[in-house]
């Protein structure tokens, strides 16, 4: 309809002395009105497009007044249906009225169901707001009760790996002192083993006491000569070296059971003696 009304004005800028373009506008205006009045579901128009079609119904009413009570011979309209027209505008203006009445009240209440249904989602969405909010936080407890339960472990699996390399730092100390006092023992007695046992006597071969202090054997008479000549030299080196290896070999045989043997011997002096 805005867009009929909005020709029918162009053509009466156009030409306007035509009565029959002035009484198309009216029509159209008048039309507007009524078709706004016959919506039945109140949500399919406004209050605000219910006064503009009351102000252009009103326009109408003007027009077809005037219309109607034109005097000239010629008119390009019957001036009873313009008559007619006004006073159908009438009508259709005391029910406009009645039907804004009504629309005024369907906007305040659907402006306060709305704000209901506002408030109702905002107090929803803080409500839920509030729950992400004690979600998030005992979220942020948990994790940070995580993270302390794991530091602790973390500490306590270094201070168990700190005991158990202490303990057996001490351990290796304490076997290393029982071998270094054990082995010290050991040579101590060995020692002292040493020191009780009596001077071996050696056995080898005795020898002859008639060597002069040269060590040469006294000269002897040749019967057939008649004169002293000096006996013949030994060679006792070889005898030396021999009995010496001899004895070292004894004593290194016998250094093991030096106590056993000198008690040995002490029962043999006394049995001797007996």
Same mark, same amino acid.
């Given at each position: 309809?805005?867009? %009929? ?5 162009? #053509? !009466?800028? =156009? ?8 009484? /198309? $506008? ?17 949500? *399919?128009?406004? +209050? ?5 079609? $009351? ?7 003007? !027009?077809? /007044? +005037? ?24 009508? =259709? ?16 209440? /659907? %402006?306060?169901?709305?704000? #209901? ?10 409500? =839920? ?9 005992? *979220? ?19 201070? =168990?790996?700190?005991?158990?390399? #202490? ?23 060995? !020692?002292?083993? @040493? ?14 006491? /008639? ?9 002897? #008479? ?50 001797? @003696?007996?």
């Amino acid at each position: 309809m805005k867009m %009929a009304l909005k020709y029918g004005e162009s #053509a !009466l800028h =156009l030409q306007p002395h035509d009565k029959s373009i002035l009484y /198309n $506008i009216a029509m159209i205006e008048q039309k507007a009105l009524e078709m706004m009045v016959s919506v039945e579901d109140l949500s *399919k128009r406004t +209050s605000s497009d219910l006064e503009m079609a $009351i102000e252009h119904a009103k326009h109408a009413q003007k !027009l077809f /007044n +005037s219309l109607a009570s034109d005097e000239s011979k010629a008119l390009p309209y019957s001036k009873d249906l313009a008559d007619q027209r006004r006073k159908y505008g009438e009508s =259709l203006l005391r029910k406009a009225e009645n039907h804004l009445s009504r629309q005024y009240e369907y906007e305040r209440e /659907n %402006a306060a169901q709305v704000e #209901a249904a506002r408030k109702a989602r905002e107090e929803e969405a803080e409500r =839920l707001r509030a729950i992400q909010e004690v979600e998030l936080e005992k *979220k942020q407890k948990d994790e940070e009760a995580r993270r302390q339960a794991t530091l602790e472990r973390r500490e306590l699996t270094r201070q =168990l790996m700190e005991s158990y390399r #202490a303990d057996s730092d001490d351990d290796e100390d304490r076997k290393a002192r029982r071998k270094s006092t054990a082995k010290k023992a050991k040579v101590e007695e060995g !020692l002292s083993g @040493e020191e009780d046992a009596p001077p071996k006597k050696r056995r080898g071969p005795r020898r002859k006491k /008639n060597l002069d202090e040269d060590g040469d054997e006294p000269m002897t #008479a040749d019967p057939s000569d008649g004169e002293e000549k000096p006996r013949q030299k030994k060679s006792r080196t070889k005898k030396r070296v021999v009995q010496d290896e001899e004895d070292g070999d004894e004593e290194q045989d016998n250094r093991k059971r030096r106590k056993t043997e000198y008690k040995s011997k002490e029962f043999l002096s006394d049995t001797d @003696e007996e």
